[in-house]
């Protein structure tokens, strides 16, 4: 699937910065699991500089793109690396799906967003919808904070 890059500084807190890469690696994957985006198998290592792979099987492209940024969307998270995620055998709706990555920056609102990607700012309960493990609350978005708008 590639790489991704992030905000270190920003994002969901959930370790600190002097925990050691395993107990890192233990609590991303845990965070990502919490929301079962539809990973099996799912594996998650994280390096001093912040470059987290994750690897396994996903159900679906939504899978695969919300498990991507909830890791991305973590503090001290640079990259995360998904090479070794791949698609469950007859998958086939990655080519139909048109997705497209934003990153929030200060000012924006999710009207502004859904206004600028859909023509109509109404539509910033798709967004909500489409990014439910990243964006707990409509209210809550943060500059440097990534996203996917779904077309």
């Known amino acids: 699937m590639g790489l991704f890059d992030f905000i270190k500084d920003y994002g969901k ?4 910065s002097d925990e050691d890469t395993t107990a890192a690696s233990d609590k991303i994957k845990s ?3 919490s929301d079962n985006p539809g990973i099996d198998g799912l594996t998650v290592s994280k390096d001093e500089d ?4 994750i690897s396994g099987t996903a159900t679906s492209a939504d899978a695969m ?10 503090q001290g ?6 090479d070794d995620l791949v698609m469950a055998e ?15 920056v200060k000012g924006d609102t999710l009207w502004a967003i859904a206004t600028k990607f859909y023509g109509n700012g109404a539509k910033y309960t ?14 809550k978005i ?9 077309k």
């Open 13 to 16: 807190k959930i370790f600190s």
């Open 31 to 33: 965070e990502i699991e």
């Open 50 to 53: 912040g470059n987290v792979t």
């Open 65 to 74: 793109q919300k498990a991507v940024l909830m890791a991305g969307n973590i």
């Open 77 to 82: 998270v640079t990259n995360v690396i998904a």
């Open 90 to 104: 007859g998958s086939d709706d990655l080519v139909s799906v048109e997705v497209e990555y934003y990153t929030i």
């Open 126 to 139: 798709k967004i909500v919808e489409d990014n439910l493990e990243v964006i707990k609350d409509a209210d």
């Open 142 to 150: 943060y500059p440097g904070q990534k996203i996917r708008i779904v």
